[in-house]
């Protein structure tokens, strides 16, 4: 087979290739052409553009993206997906077993979803309270169903539940616990607390992170030795011991929400200082730069300099480290209230769920007590996908 | 170099006398003071205490004095004679309650270490040279399942399964037989038995993390120009990558020994505290939480100057090993 053609015939088959791919575009006009001017298109897109293609090719980021979405939607709405409220107890269901959901009833019929009614009976045997299903009566399971009224974010009254069986019976989907308080909803409860104070507390260490590091990356000389000082200083510290003390230190009589600000701002006092550290350092790489100097020339002010021209030189760091900051914050406040000196019952946190867990015995018979777990890593194994799409995507070596 | 390691030590004195009344003002934090929780624990059990006892327990613990004297006799002690104070839960000197539990938790942590690096060097290497195999993207899974699940939650959870499969509750060091007797093989034996799971718990996810960070940095080794000079020029395969690249990947982990000084003093806190474990960690979690001034405050001084001496070792050795550090 020849490798060269003759020079007419490669004239020849130039056009002829040009002509076939331009038919063949007409026709595959929707990909093709579509990829083509994206590829255009991206030539002259700006950094986020670029970082978001690159994102989206990353699937299983783009999935944890929306499972994230999903769970924040979840804690906004948790009244709504609830079907009770976290202090509602069912006195006749303590520690029960999660509520069968079945399919075919007794007589072998099949109809959508249903559950039983359950009653404790005490087991003659062994002198335990077993729940026995009680198969004669069948309590649908409906979504949008009525249940218990409470007030959407303190504001809006309704009644209206994600999940429900319209009728007083109750549906613990993942079972009861000593007091006989439905799982499932505490766990939705608890994502309020345990997700926004990850999200809060790491903005407040990101603001502080970045003005500290800012400063003293931006100044040097005796402000640089201050700060570099300070944050050694509190690095020291060994942090289990400091958050303990700290905590140990909330008053026992502050409220719920008060405590929660509390510890997140415990937790965002010792946090700051590893963005600090690499804010430092990339804005003494970039501060010799050309363009900050034309901005010092132009009279702009030093926290604009900061701000609006060093900051976007490296904003994929920043978000790459607000993805790893926020599980480690949630996995701060689980530990602190696992400890018991977090969030303490009644009040509901992931951590505090897991305070009961801590007697293996007791979980040994009642398992679905580890469920908050099942949340807890789930919530960080999310945010780990995400965080290592966005390294890639941010990364400007990679194709 | 040596100018480096001075300046350095110049800073570190100032820095532990200000950590030693960070520690101080920690322990004193939670309000109520020690002699309120044993008084409410004793009204606990039954017994009272009227006002003249309580003032003879105040002044007994010398708790009377404004705190920058208690905290100047504290620090006097600690540095004269080397005398922590007594706990006040266990009415023992500091030191020997130390003396019991820090042993035990640096053998625990040592050995979690070692292992650790033992098994996660070779996997993060052999992730690195086979990439996108089939071994990496399994190991790749591992790390990331490793660190996502906190060490307290794996540890509650292998306990349940241990519970549920064996009926056996896994916690402690020790069974209850061999728990106070005197060394011997059958305890070492025993021992054996049940220290696998705080091993497994306690390098899970550091495993996960030096795999991570081997393959990452080896990654980026190989990519060099040096690496395939090297090959070019006739060297063995296990040499090309034994003698240069692994030597700089090594790097990140070798600067983050000196943080390995408090971790293994220390231990792992929680997990300790799950796992029912004689260490350091409860103790000091009971302590902080029953303000047993002396004992949380004579320990958290300890881990203080080890977190800093640890640093100052880090930073020397990463001086040591990239010399652009040293002009900073």
């Given at each position: 087979m020849?490798?060269?053609l003759?020079?007419?015939?490669?004239?020849?088959?130039d056009?002829?290739v040009?002509r076939?791919?331009?038919?063949?575009?007409?026709?595959y006009r929707?990909?093709?052409?579509?990829r083509?001017e994206?590829?255009e298109?991206?030539?002259?897109?700006?950094?986020?553009e670029?970082?978001?293609?690159?994102f989206r090719k990353h699937?299983l980021?783009?999935?944890s993206?929306?499972?994230?979405?999903a769970?924040?939607?979840?804690a906004i709405f948790?009244n709504?997906?609830?079907?009770?409220?976290?202090?509602?107890?069912?006195d006749k269901?303590?520690?029960?077993?999660?509520t069968q959901?079945?399919?075919?009833?007794?007589?072998?019929n099949?109809?959508l979803?249903?559950?039983?009614?359950?009653?404790?009976?005490l087991?003659?045997?062994?002198?335990t309270?077993?729940?026995?299903e009680?198969?004669?009566q069948?309590?649908?399971?409906r979504l949008?169903?009525?249940?218990?009224?409470?007030?959407?974010?303190?504001?809006?009254?309704?009644?209206?539940?994600?999940?429900?069986?319209?009728?007083?019976?109750?549906?613990?989907?993942m079972?009861?616990d000593?007091?006989?308080?439905?799982?499932?909803?505490?766990?939705?409860?608890g994502s309020r607390v345990?997700?926004?104070?990850g999200l809060?507390?790491?903005?407040?260490?990101?603001?502080?992170?970045?003005?500290l590091?800012?400063i003293?990356?931006?100044?040097g000389?005796?402000v640089d030795?201050?700060i570099?000082?300070?944050?050694?200083?509190?690095?020291?510290?060994?942090q289990i011991?400091l958050?303990m003390g700290l905590?140990?230190?909330?008053?026992?009589?502050?409220?719920g929400?008060?405590?929660?600000?509390?510890?997140?701002?415990i937790?965002s006092?010792?946090?700051?200082?590893?963005?600090a550290?690499v804010v430092?350092?990339k804005i003494?790489s970039l501060?010799e730069?050309?363009?900050?100097?034309?901005?010092?020339?132009?009279?702009a002010?030093?926290?604009a300099?900061?701000f609006?021209?060093?900051l976007p030189?490296f904003?994929s760091y920043?978000?790459?480290?607000?993805?790893?900051?926020?599980?480690?914050?949630i996995?701060g406040?689980?530990t602190?209230?696992f400890?018991?000196?977090?969030?303490?019952?009644p009040?509901?946190?992931?951590?505090s769920?897991l305070?009961q867990?801590?007697?293996v015995?007791?979980?040994?018979?009642?398992?679905?007590?580890?469920?908050?777990v099942?949340?807890i890593?789930?919530?960080?194994?999310?945010y780990?996908?995400?965080?290592?799409?966005l390294r890639?995507?941010?990364?400007?070596?990679?194709? | 170099?040596?100018?480096?390691?001075?300046?350095r030590?110049a800073?570190?004195i100032?820095?532990l006398?200000?950590?030693?009344v960070?520690?101080?003002?920690?322990?004193q934090l939670?309000?109520g003071?020690?002699?309120d929780?044993?008084?409410r624990?004793?009204?606990?059990?039954?017994?009272?205490v009227n006002?003249?006892?309580?003032?003879?327990l105040?002044r007994q613990?010398?708790l009377?004095k404004?705190?920058?004297?208690?905290?100047f006799?504290?620090i006097s002690?600690?540095?004269?004679h080397?005398?922590f104070?007594?706990?006040?839960?266990?009415?023992r000197?500091?030191v020997?309650?130390?003396?019991?539990r820090?042993?035990?938790?640096m053998?625990l942590?040592?050995t979690?270490?070692?292992?650790?690096?033992?098994?996660?060097?070779?996997?993060?290497i052999l992730?690195?040279l086979?990439?996108?195999?089939?071994?990496?993207y399994?190991f790749?899974?591992l790390?990331?399942?490793?660190l996502?699940?906190?060490?307290?939650?794996f540890?509650?959870v292998l306990?349940?399964i241990?519970?549920?499969?064996?009926?056996?509750?896994?916690t402690?060091?020790?069974?209850p037989a061999?728990e106070?007797a005197?060394?011997s093989?059958?305890?070492f034996a025993d021992?054996?038995?049940?220290?696998?799971?705080?091993?497994?718990?306690?390098?899970v996810?550091?495993t996960a993390g030096?795999?991570?960070?081997?393959?990452a940095s080896?990654?980026?080794?190989l990519k060099k120009?040096?690496?395939?000079t090297?090959?070019a020029?006739?060297?063995?395969?296990?040499?090309?990558?034994?003698?240069?690249?692994i030597?700089?990947a090594?790097?990140?982990?070798?600067?983050?020994?000196?943080?390995?000084l408090?971790?293994?003093?220390?231990?792992e806190l929680?997990?300790?505290k799950?796992?029912?474990?004689?260490?350091?960690?409860?103790?000091?979690l009971d302590?902080t939480l029953g303000?047993?001034?002396?004992?949380?405050?004579?320990?958290?001084?300890?881990?203080?100057t080890?977190?800093i001496v640890g640093t100052?070792?880090?930073?020397i050795?990463?001086?040591?090993a990239d010399p652009r550090?040293?002009?900073?």
């Amino acid at each position: 087979m020849e490798t060269t053609l003759p020079p007419k015939a490669a004239e020849a088959s130039d056009s002829y290739v040009n002509r076939r791919s331009g038919e063949l575009l007409k026709r595959y006009r929707g990909t093709r052409a579509r990829r083509q001017e994206m590829a255009e298109h991206l030539l002259e897109a700006s950094q986020y553009e670029l970082m978001l293609v690159k994102f989206r090719k990353h699937k299983l980021a783009v999935v944890s993206f929306y499972l994230l979405v999903a769970l924040y939607l979840i804690a906004i709405f948790a009244n709504f997906v609830a079907p009770y409220d976290p202090l509602t107890r069912f006195d006749k269901l303590l520690f029960a077993s999660p509520t069968q959901i079945h399919i075919r009833d007794a007589a072998a019929n099949f109809h959508l979803p249903f559950v039983y009614a359950r009653t404790s009976k005490l087991d003659e045997k062994t002198f335990t309270y077993k729940f026995v299903e009680d198969t004669t009566q069948i309590f649908p399971l409906r979504l949008f169903a009525k249940g218990e009224p409470y007030m959407l974010w303190g504001l809006i009254p309704a009644d209206v539940h994600l999940i429900g069986t319209d009728s007083q019976q109750p549906l613990l989907l993942m079972g009861s616990d000593q007091l006989g308080r439905d799982l499932f909803s505490r766990i939705v409860f608890g994502s309020r607390v345990s997700l926004f104070i990850g999200l809060v507390g790491v903005f407040i260490s990101f603001f502080l992170g970045i003005l500290l590091g800012g400063i003293s990356g931006y100044f040097g000389g005796v402000v640089d030795l201050l700060i570099q000082r300070l944050i050694e200083f509190i690095i020291s510290i060994p942090q289990i011991p400091l958050w303990m003390g700290l905590s140990a230190a909330i008053p026992r009589e502050w409220t719920g929400i008060q405590k929660f600000f509390a510890i997140i701002v415990i937790l965002s006092l010792v946090g700051w200082t590893g963005l600090a550290r690499v804010v430092r350092g990339k804005i003494i790489s970039l501060r010799e730069e050309d363009y900050v100097t034309a901005a010092k020339i132009s009279s702009a002010s030093d926290l604009a300099i900061i701000f609006r021209h060093l900051l976007p030189g490296f904003t994929s760091y920043l978000i790459v480290h607000i993805t790893i900051a926020i599980p480690g914050m949630i996995l701060g406040e689980t530990t602190l209230s696992f400890l018991g000196l977090g969030i303490n019952p009644p009040d509901v946190s992931w951590g505090s769920l897991l305070q009961q867990a801590q007697d293996v015995t007791v979980i040994g018979y009642y398992p679905w007590l580890l469920l908050p777990v099942a949340a807890i890593i789930l919530a960080v194994i999310l945010y780990n996908f995400l965080g290592d799409g966005l390294r890639d995507a941010a990364d400007p070596y990679t194709r | 170099m040596s100018r480096f390691i001075l300046r350095r030590v110049a800073i570190l004195i100032p820095l532990l006398v200000l950590v030693s009344v960070v520690a101080f003002v920690v322990i004193q934090l939670p309000g109520g003071g020690f002699v309120d929780s044993y008084i409410r624990a004793l009204q606990l059990q039954g017994g009272s205490v009227n006002e003249a006892q309580k003032q003879a327990l105040i002044r007994q613990y010398g708790l009377d004095k404004p705190v920058l004297v208690q905290y100047f006799i504290w620090i006097s002690k600690i540095i004269l004679h080397g005398d922590f104070g007594n706990s006040f839960k266990f009415q023992r000197p500091v030191v020997d309650l130390l003396k019991e539990r820090v042993p035990r938790t640096m053998a625990l942590s040592i050995t979690s270490i070692i292992l650790t690096w033992i098994i996660a060097l070779p996997i993060g290497i052999l992730s690195a040279l086979k990439k996108y195999s089939f071994w990496d993207y399994f190991f790749t899974f591992l790390s990331f399942l490793g660190l996502s699940i906190p060490p307290f939650l794996f540890a509650l959870v292998l306990l349940y399964i241990v519970f549920v499969k064996t009926g056996y509750l896994a916690t402690g060091l020790f069974s209850p037989a061999y728990e106070n007797a005197p060394w011997s093989l059958a305890k070492f034996a025993d021992l054996m038995q049940n220290v696998w799971l705080p091993l497994l718990v306690l390098s899970v996810t550091s495993t996960a993390g030096i795999i991570r960070i081997m393959r990452a940095s080896l990654l980026d080794e190989l990519k060099k120009q040096y690496v395939t000079t090297a090959r070019a020029k006739g060297l063995p395969e296990w040499r090309v990558i034994l003698q240069y690249p692994i030597r700089i990947a090594i790097n990140p982990l070798i600067s983050t020994i000196g943080w390995l000084l408090p971790a293994v003093v220390g231990g792992e806190l929680v997990v300790s505290k799950v796992l029912n474990l004689p260490t350091v960690g409860p103790m000091m979690l009971d302590a902080t939480l029953g303000q047993d001034m002396y004992l949380a405050g004579g320990f958290v001084l300890i881990l203080c100057t080890l977190t800093i001496v640890g640093t100052l070792i880090s930073d020397i050795l990463l001086a040591w090993a990239d010399p652009r550090i040293r002009l900073e």
